[in-house]
Nanobody, 111 residues
Framework: QVQLVESGGGLVQAGGSLRLSCAAS????????MRWYRQAPGKQRELVAE???????NYADSVKGRFTISRDNAKKTMYLQMNSLKPEDTAVYYC?????WGQGTQVIVSS
């Protein structure tokens, strides 16, 4: 059984930065990908970034150049460094490992 707990969300002004963390408990294999998703009010959940074994990374076009995903396998923790935040980044951010999801952390970017 895997549990994921996100943290680091909050209220920030446009142009600011936040760092999200996703701490995992249970058995995590570094060979498996981990992902960040987000869901804004009234919108579908969307993939923001993923990190695979290697590691290699992939980003949604909307966050490329602004967000950086990373993971510390020894700490079983994944991160999302978010810079140059925009109001449209406002959403609940979720981490995912295989079929497991965290409870989400709210990010609000004010203009």
């Amino acid at each position: 059984q895997v549990q994921l707990v996100e943290s680091g969300g909050g209220l920030v002004q446009a142009g600011g930065s936040l760092r999200l963390s996703c701490a995992a408990s249970g058995t995590i294999f570094s060979a498996n990908s981990m992902r960040w998703y987000r869901q804004a009010p009234g919108k579908q959940r969307e993939l923001v970034a993923e990190i695979t074994s290697g590691p290699s990374t992939n980003y949604a076009d909307s966050v490329k150049g602004r967000f950086t995903i990373s993971r510390d396998n020894a700490k079983k923790t994944m991160y999302l460094q978010m810079n140059s935040l925009k109001p449209e980044d406002t959403a609940v951010y979720y981490c995912r490992y295989l079929a497991y999801w965290g409870q989400g952390t709210q990010v609000i970017v004010s203009s």
